[in-house]
C-alpha cells in the first residue's frame, strides 16, 4: 500500500521517532541515505507561495537521486476545471509522488484517495506536517531526550501551524500549552486527536485564552503569523497581547529558546528585536526541514510497503 503524509497520525508515533532519530545522524553524515530516489519523479503541486518547503524538497529530492517537478496549481487542467480526482489518477501514471501545498485539506484528502503513488502535505489550512516533524526534530537535535520535560508553549493564532503542533506533541509525549485570544483556538479535531495521542504518551497539551500565564517558566516559545496565507482581513487588536516581546519573554525561563515557522511578519507576532536575537536558532530550524525531508522521502519510498 502507498504510504501518504497528509497529517501526522499517518504515521505511528514509533516511525515519527524513528524518522527524527535517524535524522540526527543523516545530519552528522554518521548515517547515509543513498539515493532511493534515483530514476523516480516527484512532482510538487503549490498554489500558495512557498521559500522553505519548496526549496528544501526540491534540493533533497536532487540529493536522493530524483527528478522534481514544480507546478503551480495554475499551470495544470485542474486550474480550468479538470477533476481533482482525474488529475491525481493521470499524475500517478507518470510519477512516483506528489507534494501537494494547498488552501483547501479536503482538496488533497480528494486528491490522495484517487492517487496511487505516495501524497505529501506541504501545508493546507488545516495543517503543516512537514514542519512540526522538522521542528520536533529541531528541539530532539537541541535538547535529546529532555525534549519530553520541556515546557513547550506556542503562542498566537491557532492555525494550520498550530494544529499540527498539538498533534506533534501528543504524538511524540510532549508538554504544550498553546495560548490564542478568544475565538482564534486551535481546531477542535487537531486538539482532540492530540489529547487522544497524548494519554498514551504521557503528554500534556493545555488550551488557553492568558499568554502570560502559558509562557510562565517557559523553555520554548513558538510562534507563527497572525494572518495565514489565504485568510482574509482580521482585527489584529485581540492578537497584540500575544505578542513574543522582551516583556512576554521576561515571564519565560531565562533561557528560552524562541522558534517560529516563518514567514515572519516582525512588529506582528514576534518583534525585529526577539526575532534577531534568536536568529541562529530560527534558521537552524528553517535548515533542519531539509534533513527531516530527506529522511522522510527515504522513509516513505525505501520502507517495505505494508
Ligand atoms: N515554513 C514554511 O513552510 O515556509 P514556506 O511557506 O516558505 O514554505
Ligand atoms: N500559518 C502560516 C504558515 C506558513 C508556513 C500560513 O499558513 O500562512
Known amino acids: 500500500m502507498k504510504r501518504d503524509f497528509i497529517d501526522l497520525w499517518d504515521l505511528t508515533p514509533e516511525e515519527l521517532w524513528e524518522i527524527v532519530k535517524k535524522t540526527k545522524n543523516v545530519k552528522k553524515g554518521i548515517e547515509n541515505l543513498g539515493k532511493p530516489l534515483e530514476g523516480k519523479s516527484i512532482a510538487l503541486i503549490f498554489t500558495k507561495p512557498s521559500t522553505r518547503t519548496r526549496v528544501s524538497f526540491e534540493v533533497g529530492i536532487y540529493q536522493l537521486g530524483g527528478n522534481s517537478m514544480f507546478f503551480q496549481e495554475k499551470d495544470l487542467q485542474v486550474s480550468r476545471g479538470e477533476d481533482v480526482k482525474d488529475t491525481a489518477r493521470t499524475l500517478s501514471r507518470y510519477v512516483d509522488g506528489v507534494i501537494v501545498r494547498n488552501h483547501s485539506h479536503k482538496w488533497l484528502e480528494n486528491f490522495s484517495e484517487f492517487a496511487s503513488v505516495p501524497v505529501i502535505n506541504a501545508l493546507t489550512d488545516m495543517s503543516h506536517p ?53 475565538g482564534y483556538e486551535p481546531n477542535l479535531l487537531y486538539y482532540k486527536r492530540g489529547l487522544d495521542f497524548a494519554k498514551e504518551t504521557g503528554g500534556e497539551i493545555e488550551v488557553m485564552n492568558n499568554p502570560i500565564e502559558a509562557v510562565k517558566d517557559a523553555d520554548v516559545i513558538y510562534t507563527d503569523v497572525w494572518i495565514s496565507m489565504g485568510e482574509g482581513e482580521k482585527d489584529l487588536e485581540v492578537f497584540k497581547p500575544f505578542q513574543v516581546n522582551e516583556s512576554l519573554l521576561s515571564y519565560a525561563k531565562e533561557d528560552v529558546k524562541v522558534m517560529h ?46
Open 130 to 182: 512537514c514542519q512540526i516533524l522538522s521542528d520536533i526534530y529541531t528541539l530532539y537535535e537541541t535538547f535529546g531526550e529532555e525534549i519530553k520535560n520541556l515546557k513547550i508553549v506556542y503562542v498566537g493564532d491557532g492555525n494550520n501551524v498550530c494544529n499540527t503542533l498539538i498533534v506533534g506533541a501528543g504524538m511524540f509525549g510532549l508538554k504544550l500549552f498553546v495560548a490564542t485570544p478568544e
Open 261 to 306: 515557522c516563518l514567514p515572519a511578519k516582525k512588529g506582528q507576532e514576534i518583534t525585529e528585536e526577539v526575532f534577531e536575537k534568536n536568529a541562529d536558532f530560527i534558521f537552524t530550524q528553517a535548515e533542519n526541514r531539509l534533513y527531516v525531508q530527506k529522511t522522510l522521502l527515504a522513509y516513505i519510498f525505501i520502507e517495505p510497503q505494508a
